[in-house]
């Protein structure tokens, strides 16, 4: 099992609340039906990892049974595997749910100690195997016998029924849940600073947005794929990127250029006040050294003998901000020069 899929499963709050509530269902004598989109990441591990939570809780009393969706109708199915020669003698088939009523009723039949796992159930086996389940439990009327897991697809269309409840993964996990697994294993696997790996979990998280398994595969290319994601982003287009980059930089990038402009206008205040008011090219004054933008210090300040190191950062900063405010993105060699 990947060291990743088992952070999202196990440690992810959305990702292990979908599995602890499906386990303290089944737990608790009902059945369940967990609806699972082709986006549900780490699916083999998933079931690994819910098998064992279930057998805990089991503690021995109740045997999982996994089935690929049988092409028998689910009645006949659960007759032919879970009643004995004797018991199947004892069937009378009188009416249409005869058979269902006779399992609720029987004591002596294997079902009673199984949770049986119907998986890869196309949608109209799902849609037979829910009725299923519903009428055996309303013949159970509250006993605890059988219990049933059934896979089904993300748009499956029924509601909770007594006993059979209904767990949506895509419902269960949240956008945040999703940021806070990028975030987890960007610190864990990313390489760089805390800029560089905080500025990878945010990219991912606007690319990839609940896809977190392609999103882990992003963040282990790291640099690769800060430089060029296009590459590693097949499904969305080449706008769809960039707005995701210009967003991801607005919202880390600019924080940091305000930073910037304080602490340059508190360190050359004096100077500052000395050249105002100051007219721009555009008609603007400025009165007062707070009111001056990157590109405004940039002009007022033009003239003035500045240390060369402040003023080759004034100007990056400068050109940075420009680029963010017309909807422009950075390089990633220009997005590390501010992180440094």
Known sequence: MDEISEIWWRQITGARKFLDKITDSLAGGKSAVICLSAATPWLEDMRMILREFLNKKFGGIKAIREINAPKMEPAQFVFENFCSDNVKAEFIPFGEKAQVKFFAERDDITLNNSCLWIRDASDFQAGKWFAFIADYHKYLRGRHKGIFLLETGADFGMTDK???????????????????????????????????????????????????????????????????????????????????????????????????????????????????????????????????????????????????????????????????????????????????
Not at 166 to 181: H, K, L, P, Q
Not at 241 to 270: G, S
Not at 297 to 324: C, M, V
């Open 162 to 340: 007594a006993d059979v409840e209904i767990f949506s993964c895509e419902r269960e996990i949240s956008d945040y849940d999703c940021f806070a697994f990028n975030i987890f294993i960007a610190a864990e696997f990313g390489k760089g600073d805390k800029f560089t790996k905080r500025y990878l979990a945010e990219l991912v998280s606007n690319t990839t947005g609940l896809d977190v398994e392609s999103g882990a595969q992003c963040i282990k290319c790291g640099g690769d794929f800060l430089k060029n994601p296009r590459r590693f982003l097949k499904n969305k287009s080449p706008e769809e990127i960039e707005r995701a980059i210009w967003t991801t930089q607005l919202k880390l990038i600019f924080p940091l250029l305000e930073i910037f402009r304080r602490d340059f206008v508190k360190k050359y205040e004096p100077l500052i006040k000395k050249l105002l008011p100051f007219e721009m090219t555009s008609g603007k004054i400025i009165d007062s050294p707070d009111e001056a933008e990157l590109g405004d210090l940039y002009s007022i300040l033009g003239g003035q003998n500045l240390p060369q190191d402040d003023w080759e950062e004034l100007k990056i900063y400068r050109d940075a901000r420009n680029k963010l405010a017309h909807l422009s993105t950075l390089t990633l060699e220009e997005v590390q020069t501010v992180f440094k």
